[in-house]
């Protein structure tokens, strides 16, 4: 279950240590990278800023969590349900009801099925135009807050590259000393798993517009 706070200014999901993890990550990485390599530091403190900025944003406000109801309000209401917009037999839409939280579950479009509320397992409620649950925040990621976990991957993938380019920019000037060579290694498998995330979510944007 979510946690709310500040009057539901503030939520957060049910494991937040893992937001805590990705945060302490996130800052030691970029810690390390200004310190020990010293190049493009304006660069580098900006983009981290503002990954850290969109990482708090997108893990700490709601997805767009649909209130429970109590149970006897919704206890005529079969758990399916057909509805036909327009007339139009081609857009026949399959409403669920979720016997959990015990609503109907809206569709954001009735001819995409991925602009669809979905039940979260983890976080245990039903959120719109469901993406997933990222375990990194502790989160879902959905109508409220998709912008702004597309930003958080978009300039983490930035904040990345612009150390990558400092590191080989500090490497061909002072040499290959052993910190700025295991500092490179070990910033090309973050690299390779933010690409594909950042990829898929640009194609997956597109296709849902």
């Known amino acids: 279950m979510h946690s709310f706070k ?10 937040i240590r893992n937001l805590l993890i990705t945060t302490f990550v996130i800052n030691l990485s970029n810690l390390i990278g200004i310190c020990v390599i010293q190049q ?19 893990a700490l406000s709601d997805p767009g969590i649909l209130p429970r109801q109590p149970r006897h309000q919704m206890s005529k209401i079969k758990q399916k349900r057909k509805l036909i917009f327009n007339g139009n037999k081609s857009h026949l839409v399959e409403m669920k009801y979720c016997t959990t939280c015990h609503i109907i579950r809206p569709m954001g479009c009735s001819s995409q099925s991925d602009h669809r509320t979905v039940h979260c397992s983890q976080c245990d409620c039903c959120v719109q135009e469901f993406d997933h649950h990222c375990p990194w925040i502790s989160n879902c990621i959905g109508k409220h807050n998709y912008f702004s976990f597309f930003m958080f991957i978009s300039i983490l993938a930035i ?14 000037q002072n040499g290959a000393s052993w910190y700025a060579v295991m500092f490179l290694v070990y910033l ?17 944007s597109i296709y849902r517009n």
Do not use: E, M, Q
Not at 53 to 58: A, D, G, K, V
């Open 6 to 15: 500040c009057d539901g200014a503030i939520i957060y999901g049910p494991k």
């Open 40 to 58: 493009n530091i304006v660069s580098l403190v900006l983009s981290w800023i503002l990954v850290d900025y969109f990482l708090y944003r997108s």
């Open 159 to 172: 904040n990345i590259v612009l150390h990558l380019y400092s590191t080989s920019l500090s490497i061909s």
């Open 188 to 204: 090309l498998p973050y690299l390779s798993g933010i690409s594909y995330l950042l990829i898929y979510h640009c194609y997956y």
